[in-house]
Protein backbone atom coordinates (compact mmCIF):
# COMPACT_ATOMS: atom_id res chain seq x y z
CA UNK A 1 0.00 0.00 0.00
CA UNK A 2 1.53 3.30 -1.19
CA UNK A 3 2.31 5.62 1.69
CA UNK A 4 0.17 8.82 2.43
CA UNK A 5 1.69 11.53 4.23
CA UNK A 6 0.51 15.53 4.57
CA UNK A 7 1.35 18.71 4.09
CA UNK A 8 0.26 21.23 5.87
CA UNK A 9 0.76 25.28 6.29
CA UNK A 10 -1.03 25.99 9.12
CA UNK A 11 -3.33 27.96 7.16
CA UNK A 12 -4.71 31.14 8.51
CA UNK A 13 -8.26 31.28 6.83
CA UNK A 14 -10.75 34.95 6.62
CA UNK A 15 -11.93 35.75 9.90
CA UNK A 16 -9.83 33.74 12.43
CA UNK A 17 -5.93 33.86 13.86
CA UNK A 18 -2.61 32.23 13.71
CA UNK A 19 -3.51 30.68 16.91
CA UNK A 20 -6.49 29.15 15.59
CA UNK A 21 -4.32 27.90 12.23
CA UNK A 22 -2.00 26.11 15.35
CA UNK A 23 -4.85 24.66 17.05
CA UNK A 24 -6.25 23.52 13.49
CA UNK A 25 -2.81 22.12 12.46
CA UNK A 26 -2.39 19.93 15.83
CA UNK A 27 -6.19 18.57 15.12
CA UNK A 28 -5.29 17.25 11.96
CA UNK A 29 -2.17 15.68 12.75
CA UNK A 30 -4.04 14.00 15.37
CA UNK A 31 -6.80 13.27 12.79
CA UNK A 32 -4.19 11.92 10.03
CA UNK A 33 -2.60 10.10 12.96
CA UNK A 34 -5.77 8.15 13.41
CA UNK A 35 -6.54 7.47 9.74
CA UNK A 36 -2.71 5.93 8.75
CA UNK A 37 -1.21 8.80 7.58
CA UNK A 38 2.68 7.89 7.40
CA UNK A 39 4.20 11.66 7.80
CA UNK A 40 3.03 14.94 8.39
CA UNK A 41 4.85 17.67 7.44
CA UNK A 42 4.99 22.00 7.95
CA UNK A 43 5.95 24.38 5.26
CA UNK A 44 8.43 27.14 6.08
CA UNK A 45 7.10 30.68 4.68
CA UNK A 46 7.18 34.21 5.93
CA UNK A 47 5.70 37.58 5.54
CA UNK A 48 2.02 35.59 4.62
CA UNK A 49 -0.55 36.47 6.13
CA UNK A 50 -2.48 33.50 5.45
CA UNK A 51 0.35 31.19 7.01
CA UNK A 52 1.06 30.33 10.34
CA UNK A 53 3.67 27.93 10.18
CA UNK A 54 6.89 30.45 9.84
CA UNK A 55 8.63 29.36 13.01
CA UNK A 56 8.43 26.00 11.17
CA UNK A 57 10.65 23.78 13.96
CA UNK A 58 8.55 25.24 16.51
CA UNK A 59 5.32 23.91 15.16
CA UNK A 60 7.09 20.86 14.48
CA UNK A 61 7.47 20.63 18.04
CA UNK A 62 3.81 21.52 18.92
CA UNK A 63 2.44 18.64 16.43
CA UNK A 64 5.05 16.09 17.46
CA UNK A 65 4.23 16.77 21.41
CA UNK A 66 0.44 16.04 20.62
CA UNK A 67 1.05 12.78 18.73
CA UNK A 68 2.32 9.64 19.14
CA UNK A 69 3.30 7.90 16.47
CA UNK A 70 2.94 9.83 12.87
CA UNK A 71 6.35 10.69 11.55
CA UNK A 72 6.33 14.88 11.83
CA UNK A 73 8.91 17.16 9.52
CA UNK A 74 9.15 20.10 7.71
CA UNK A 75 8.94 20.02 4.28
CA UNK A 76 10.75 22.53 4.09
CA UNK A 77 12.97 24.30 5.72
CA UNK A 78 14.50 26.70 3.46
CA UNK A 79 18.27 26.12 4.10
CA UNK A 80 19.62 29.27 2.60
CA UNK A 81 17.82 31.47 5.41
CA UNK A 82 19.18 29.51 8.07
CA UNK A 83 22.79 28.47 9.07
CA UNK A 84 23.38 24.51 9.11
CA UNK A 85 24.42 24.57 12.15
CA UNK A 86 21.53 26.18 13.78
CA UNK A 87 19.19 23.55 11.68
CA UNK A 88 21.28 20.69 13.37
CA UNK A 89 20.52 21.93 16.80
CA UNK A 90 16.85 22.56 16.26
CA UNK A 91 16.11 19.32 14.97
CA UNK A 92 18.68 16.95 16.85
CA UNK A 93 16.64 18.86 19.82
CA UNK A 94 13.57 17.73 18.02
CA UNK A 95 14.83 14.17 17.41
CA UNK A 96 15.91 14.28 21.14
CA UNK A 97 12.97 14.96 22.32
CA UNK A 98 11.02 12.80 19.58
CA UNK A 99 13.15 10.38 18.85
CA UNK A 100 12.64 8.21 15.50
CA UNK A 101 9.95 10.57 14.09
CA UNK A 102 11.54 13.21 12.81
CA UNK A 103 12.16 13.96 9.48
CA UNK A 104 14.21 17.02 7.60
CA UNK A 105 12.96 18.58 4.52
CA UNK A 106 15.44 21.43 2.66
CA UNK A 107 14.42 23.66 0.15
CA UNK A 108 16.43 25.44 -1.76
CA UNK A 109 14.36 29.30 -1.96
CA UNK A 110 13.47 31.63 0.45
CA UNK A 111 9.88 31.28 0.82
CA UNK A 112 9.36 34.40 0.79
CA UNK A 113 9.71 37.39 -1.17
CA UNK A 114 13.21 39.14 -1.61
CA UNK A 115 12.60 42.13 0.81
CA UNK A 116 11.32 39.27 3.14
CA UNK A 117 14.79 37.21 2.28
CA UNK A 118 17.12 39.95 2.83
CA UNK A 119 15.33 40.74 6.76
CA UNK A 120 16.21 37.31 7.42
CA UNK A 121 19.91 38.88 7.87
CA UNK A 122 21.51 35.80 5.45
CA UNK A 123 24.26 36.63 2.59
CA UNK A 124 21.30 37.18 -0.83
CA UNK A 125 24.56 37.43 -2.67
CA UNK A 126 25.26 33.71 -2.59
CA UNK A 127 23.16 32.14 -0.51
CA UNK A 128 21.13 29.52 -2.57
CA UNK A 129 24.65 29.27 -4.65
CA UNK A 130 25.70 27.52 -1.22
CA UNK A 131 22.56 25.59 -0.96
CA UNK A 132 24.73 22.30 -1.94
CA UNK A 133 27.86 22.73 0.62
CA UNK A 134 25.35 23.48 3.52
CA UNK A 135 23.34 20.59 2.97
CA UNK A 136 26.64 18.36 3.04
CA UNK A 137 27.49 20.53 6.25
CA UNK A 138 24.42 19.94 7.66
CA UNK A 139 24.20 16.35 7.09
CA UNK A 140 28.18 15.97 8.59
CA UNK A 141 26.64 17.87 11.75
CA UNK A 142 24.37 14.66 12.07
CA UNK A 143 27.27 11.78 11.92
CA UNK A 144 29.16 11.02 14.63
CA UNK A 145 31.67 13.92 15.67
CA UNK A 146 35.52 13.18 13.65
CA UNK A 147 38.22 13.05 16.35
CA UNK A 148 39.33 16.70 16.66
CA UNK A 149 36.01 17.79 15.39
CA UNK A 150 35.61 21.48 16.77
CA UNK A 151 31.84 22.19 16.32
CA UNK A 152 29.43 19.85 16.95
CA UNK A 153 25.51 20.07 16.82
CA UNK A 154 24.52 19.53 20.65
CA UNK A 155 21.93 17.78 20.56
CA UNK A 156 22.35 16.67 16.75
CA UNK A 157 25.92 14.51 16.61
CA UNK A 158 25.28 11.12 15.97
CA UNK A 159 21.73 11.45 15.35
CA UNK A 160 21.54 10.70 11.53
CA UNK A 161 18.05 12.78 11.20
CA UNK A 162 16.46 11.64 7.87
CA UNK A 163 17.42 14.50 5.22
CA UNK A 164 15.25 15.10 2.25
CA UNK A 165 15.50 17.14 -0.49
CA UNK A 166 12.61 19.10 -1.69
CA UNK A 167 12.15 20.98 -5.07
CA UNK A 168 9.78 22.16 -7.98
CA UNK A 169 12.37 22.39 -10.94
CA UNK A 170 15.36 19.78 -11.68
CA UNK A 171 18.41 21.39 -9.61
CA UNK A 172 17.10 19.17 -6.48
CA UNK A 173 16.39 16.10 -8.08
CA UNK A 174 20.31 16.06 -9.57
CA UNK A 175 21.06 16.92 -6.01
CA UNK A 176 19.41 14.25 -4.43
CA UNK A 177 20.19 12.05 -6.78
CA UNK A 178 23.92 12.66 -6.27
CA UNK A 179 23.83 12.48 -2.62
CA UNK A 180 21.73 9.48 -2.38
CA UNK A 181 18.86 10.88 -0.54
CA UNK A 182 15.18 11.00 -1.11
CA UNK A 183 13.66 13.68 -2.63
CA UNK A 184 10.00 15.18 -2.63
CA UNK A 185 8.78 17.31 -5.84
CA UNK A 186 6.32 20.14 -5.12
CA UNK A 187 4.08 18.49 -7.66
CA UNK A 188 0.89 20.66 -6.24
CA UNK A 189 1.40 23.69 -7.12
CA UNK A 190 4.20 23.80 -10.17
CA UNK A 191 3.83 20.19 -11.67
CA UNK A 192 5.71 21.26 -15.06
CA UNK A 193 8.77 19.88 -14.70
CA UNK A 194 7.72 16.68 -12.55
CA UNK A 195 8.45 13.91 -15.28
CA UNK A 196 11.57 15.40 -16.20
CA UNK A 197 13.24 15.90 -12.55
CA UNK A 198 11.67 12.61 -11.63
CA UNK A 199 13.28 11.19 -15.16
CA UNK A 200 16.42 12.27 -14.01
CA UNK A 201 16.26 11.77 -10.13
CA UNK A 202 15.92 8.18 -10.35
CA UNK A 203 18.55 7.75 -13.96
CA UNK A 204 21.41 9.36 -12.10
CA UNK A 205 20.70 8.24 -8.40
CA UNK A 206 23.55 7.64 -6.20
CA UNK A 207 23.09 4.79 -3.46
CA UNK A 208 24.29 5.96 -0.34
CA UNK A 209 24.42 5.01 3.34
CA UNK A 210 20.72 6.66 3.38
CA UNK A 211 19.62 5.52 1.25
CA UNK A 212 19.94 2.18 -1.42
CA UNK A 213 17.32 2.91 -4.35
CA UNK A 214 15.66 6.54 -5.75
CA UNK A 215 12.58 7.53 -3.44
CA UNK A 216 10.58 10.18 -4.59
CA UNK A 217 7.57 11.74 -2.93
CA UNK A 218 5.25 13.67 -4.60
CA UNK A 219 2.84 16.36 -3.82
CA UNK A 220 -0.99 15.75 -4.60
CA UNK A 221 -3.91 18.48 -3.45
CA UNK A 222 -7.23 16.68 -2.56
CA UNK A 223 -10.05 18.42 -2.29
CA UNK A 224 -12.98 15.94 -1.29
CA UNK A 225 -16.27 15.32 -0.11
CA UNK A 226 -19.60 13.74 0.01
CA UNK A 227 -20.30 15.16 -3.71
CA UNK A 228 -18.67 16.37 -6.49
CA UNK A 229 -20.44 19.78 -6.52
CA UNK A 230 -19.38 19.67 -2.67
CA UNK A 231 -15.66 19.07 -3.23
CA UNK A 232 -15.77 21.40 -6.53
CA UNK A 233 -16.92 24.13 -4.67
CA UNK A 234 -14.17 23.67 -1.30
CA UNK A 235 -11.87 24.24 -4.29
CA UNK A 236 -12.59 27.79 -5.22
CA UNK A 237 -10.78 29.09 -1.93
CA UNK A 238 -7.36 27.63 -3.40
CA UNK A 239 -8.46 28.73 -6.35
CA UNK A 240 -8.98 32.57 -5.16
CA UNK A 241 -5.78 32.01 -3.15
CA UNK A 242 -3.36 31.22 -6.05
CA UNK A 243 -5.06 34.04 -7.79
CA UNK A 244 -4.64 36.84 -5.01
CA UNK A 245 -1.54 35.69 -5.01
CA UNK A 246 -0.47 36.33 -8.85
CA UNK A 247 -2.14 39.52 -8.57
CA UNK A 248 0.40 40.56 -5.61
CA UNK A 249 -2.27 40.44 -2.65
CA UNK A 250 -1.70 37.06 -1.27
CA UNK A 251 -4.34 37.11 2.13
CA UNK A 252 -6.19 34.56 4.34
CA UNK A 253 -7.53 31.46 2.71
CA UNK A 254 -10.88 32.68 1.72
CA UNK A 255 -14.47 31.15 1.62
CA UNK A 256 -15.15 29.19 -1.04
CA UNK A 257 -17.37 30.79 -3.43
CA UNK A 258 -20.36 29.62 -6.27
CA UNK A 259 -18.07 30.47 -9.49
CA UNK A 260 -14.67 30.59 -9.99
CA UNK A 261 -14.97 31.58 -13.45
CA UNK A 262 -16.72 34.90 -12.25
CA UNK A 263 -13.75 35.62 -9.32
CA UNK A 264 -11.06 35.45 -12.20
CA UNK A 265 -10.45 35.90 -15.87
CA UNK A 266 -10.19 33.60 -18.59
CA UNK A 267 -6.03 34.00 -18.42
CA UNK A 268 -6.01 33.95 -14.99
CA UNK A 269 -7.85 30.49 -14.54
CA UNK A 270 -5.77 28.89 -17.12
CA UNK A 271 -2.74 29.82 -15.00
CA UNK A 272 -4.42 28.31 -11.87
CA UNK A 273 -5.55 25.36 -13.76
CA UNK A 274 -2.19 24.71 -14.55
CA UNK A 275 -0.27 24.96 -11.25
CA UNK A 276 -2.71 23.31 -10.04
CA UNK A 277 -3.21 20.64 -12.27
CA UNK A 278 -1.97 17.62 -9.75
CA UNK A 279 -5.30 18.30 -7.93
CA UNK A 280 -7.82 15.97 -7.27
CA UNK A 281 -11.00 17.31 -6.53
CA UNK A 282 -14.67 15.09 -5.88
CA UNK A 283 -15.90 12.28 -4.31
CA UNK A 284 -14.62 9.04 -2.92
CA UNK A 285 -14.33 7.47 -6.22
CA UNK A 286 -13.06 10.38 -8.45
CA UNK A 287 -10.78 11.04 -6.08
CA UNK A 288 -9.71 7.60 -5.96
CA UNK A 289 -9.74 7.17 -10.05
CA UNK A 290 -7.86 10.62 -10.89
CA UNK A 291 -5.25 8.81 -7.84
CA UNK A 292 -4.87 5.94 -9.77
CA UNK A 293 -4.05 7.38 -12.90
CA UNK A 294 -1.31 9.80 -10.79
CA UNK A 295 0.77 6.75 -8.90
CA UNK A 296 0.40 4.49 -12.51
CA UNK A 297 2.13 7.37 -14.69
CA UNK A 298 4.41 9.03 -12.20
CA UNK A 299 5.82 5.54 -10.05
CA UNK A 300 5.38 7.93 -7.32
CA UNK A 301 6.54 5.87 -3.81
CA UNK A 302 4.60 7.77 -1.78
CA UNK A 303 1.89 11.03 -1.91
CA UNK A 304 1.86 14.34 -0.11
CA UNK A 305 -1.37 15.45 0.24
CA UNK A 306 -2.18 19.13 1.21
CA UNK A 307 -5.86 20.05 1.34
CA UNK A 308 -6.31 23.78 1.60
CA UNK A 309 -10.21 24.02 2.65
CA UNK A 310 -11.83 27.07 4.49
CA UNK A 311 -13.68 25.20 6.94
CA UNK A 312 -11.81 22.69 9.58
CA UNK A 313 -14.68 20.40 9.88
CA UNK A 314 -14.35 20.04 6.06
CA UNK A 315 -10.82 19.57 6.17
CA UNK A 316 -10.68 17.01 8.40
CA UNK A 317 -13.27 14.97 6.20
CA UNK A 318 -11.28 15.53 3.65
CA UNK A 319 -8.40 13.68 4.36
CA UNK A 320 -11.02 10.67 5.67
CA UNK A 321 -12.02 10.91 2.31
CA UNK A 322 -8.75 10.38 1.32
CA UNK A 323 -7.43 7.62 3.02
CA UNK A 324 -10.01 5.60 2.28
CA UNK A 325 -9.38 6.12 -1.53
CA UNK A 326 -6.22 5.01 -0.61
CA UNK A 327 -7.34 1.93 0.93
CA UNK A 328 -9.04 0.90 -2.18
CA UNK A 329 -5.91 2.48 -4.39
CA UNK A 330 -4.17 -0.73 -2.67
CA UNK A 331 -6.83 -3.50 -3.12
Not at 87 to 109: K, M, N, S, Y
Request: hydrophobic letters at 45%; charged letters at 20%; aromatic letters at 6%.
Amino acid sequence: MIPFSVLDLSPIVEGSTAGDALRNSLDLARHAEKLGYHRFWLAEHHNMTGIASAATAVVIGHVAGGTKTIRVGSGGIMLPNHSPLVVAEQFGTLETLHPGRIDLGLGRAPGTDMMTARALRRDMADSANRFPQDVLELRAYFEEPAPGQKIRAVPGAGLRVPLWLLGSSLFSAELAAMLGLPFAFASHFAPDAMMEALEIYRSRFEPSDRLRKPYAMLGVNVIAADSDEQARRLFTSLQQSFVNLRRGMPGRLPPPIDDIDGYCSPVEKAGVDRALACSFVGTDLTVRHGLEEFVARTGADELIVSGHIFDHSARLRSFEIAAGAREKLAA
